[in-house]
């Protein structure tokens, strides 16, 4: 899950294939994706991590509903006020991550290995990218340059994108299973990833 830039709204995927985003003063969804592709395996430490995820999702839903004084008069997953919309197509699964960038650019990466770029203001989706199954695990957006977005896959490569076109624009590989997780450093120079091989690896990103 993630805050916008002026944390009015939050993204949270989740296992049905859709991702809620909901207005944090009312706690009440503004939008909802449904992205659909073809399923593949999850890896059980990556399970793992998503029943850690969907607790932290609680305690935040819970935690922006009562600042905002809607707990008890409704959860974030109640309210009516709400748009769907859909992504690209075939079978349903699981969204892992989501990331904004500003306002209301959001990112999305699904264990099918589909990325989509939304304007969630407009309600819109800007762009899609299918990397044929190559599922993801985390996505993060660049804290320099607010147009890169960073992803961690499940062929255990790293790669770069530039959300203005959703295109790859850098990879790194040496993993030898699927990449769990990562962190960037403060001037955005390297990449930190932890991997279901064992291995921690840092990366490069000059």
Not at 2 to 26: I, P, R
Not at 58 to 84: M, R, V
Not at 105 to 127: K, M, P, Q, T
Request: negative net charge; proline residues 2%; contains cysteine.
């Amino acid at each position: 899950m993630d805050l916008n830039a002026d944390d009015s709204l939050l993204a949270t995927g989740s296992l049905d294939s859709t991702v809620k985003v909901f207005n944090t003063a009312t706690g009440k969804p503004v939008l909802t994706i449904s992205i659909v592709g073809h399923k593949q395996p999850v890896p059980p430490a990556l399970l793992l991590a998503r029943q850690q995820q969907q607790q932290q999702q609680q305690k935040q839903q819970q935690k922006s509903a009562e600042k905002s004084g809607t707990a008890g008069e409704g959860s974030l997953q109640e309210g009516k006020e709400e748009e769907e919309a859909e992504g690209g197509g075939g079978d349903s699964d699981s969204v892992e991550s989501v990331a904004f960038s500003g306002k209301s650019l959001l990112a999305l990466g699904s264990v099918n290995g589909v990325f989509e770029i939304w304007d969630v203001a407009a309600g819109v989706r800007r762009h899609e990218l299918n990397l044929g199954g190559r599922g993801v695990c985390k996505i993060a957006v660049d804290r320099t340059s607010a147009h890169l977005l960073y992803t961690g896959c499940l062929d255990g490569q790293f790669r770069v994108l530039d959300m203005r076109s959703c295109e790859v624009v850098a990879s790194r590989t040496g993993h030898t299973d699927s990449i769990l997780d990562f962190a960037i450093s403060a001037d955005s120079r390297y990449a930190l990833t932890t991997s279901e091989d064992a291995t921690c690896r840092i990366f490069s990103l000059a």
